[in-house]
């Protein structure tokens, strides 16, 4: 009997609803739209056409890929909900949001962002810890972006704050062709 290998179907993007100012973010955006796509791996993210949300979703769209979109009505100060050819979810708060999201998806991959990103990246790590879901997540760097929280957790393990099943859940990669291959590992070594 030959062993088959994890197939991840649908990954949570977790990004800023900023471009901010660094060209090479949005590249790396559209880079992971465009590997995901190619994939054929199905993109969930906040629906938002706004920010690192935007591009992955329309680098994604740009190569045919299927994009689902949760986004939570009357939240914010404008309406920035994406308007292309996604399939589009409308929740009634960021929580559900992030609820809806978690269950849809296979695992996660999350750019450089903000609060909102790091709220996300938290949540996501503490419901693995708890036992509600399994989801591995992969954090997409740059110029080591997400280092600071990885020495975070270590510093936590550390301490015996944290145990050190949170790094079974979680990989760190700089280019998203690496993506694929590091949830695969996550996906088989989880347990």
């Known amino acids: 009997m030959v062993a088959t290998q994890p197939v991840v179907k649908s990954v949570a993007v977790f990004c800023a609803s900023s471009t901010g100012n ?9 880079r992971l739209g465009e590997h995901l796509a190619s994939q054929h791996i199905t993109i969930i993210f906040g629906g938002s056409d706004a920010g690192l949300m935007g591009v992955v979703a329309e680098a994604a769209l740009s190569q045919g890929g299927r994009v689902i979109g949760v986004y939570p009505e009357n939240t914010f100060s ?10 589009l979810l409308t929740v009634k708060s960021m929580h559900e ?3 809806v999201m978690y269950e849809l998806a296979d695992a996660a991959v999350a ?11 938290v949540e996501l790590l503490l419901w ?3 036992g509600i879901h399994q989801l591995p997540l992969v954090l997409l760097d740059i ?3 997400w280092k600071k ?4 957790l270590d510093e936590a393990i550390s301490a015996d704050l944290l145990t050190s099943k949170c790094h079974k859940s979680l990989r760190r990669v700089t280019e998203p062709n690496a ?13």
């Open 149 to 152: 929280f990885v020495d975070f």
């Open 22 to 30: 660094r060209p090479e973010l949005v590249d790396l955006a559209r």
């Open 143 to 145: 110029d080591d972006f």
């Open 78 to 87: 404008r309406d920035v909900r994406h308007q292309g050819p996604i399939e």
């Open 128 to 130: 693995t810890q708890l």
């Open 111 to 121: 750019l450089p962002g903000g609060l909102g990103t790091l709220d996300e990246v």
């Open 97 to 99: 949001r992030k609820s």
């Open 179 to 191: 993506i694929t291959e590091a949830l695969q590992l996550l996906i088989a070594n989880r347990g």
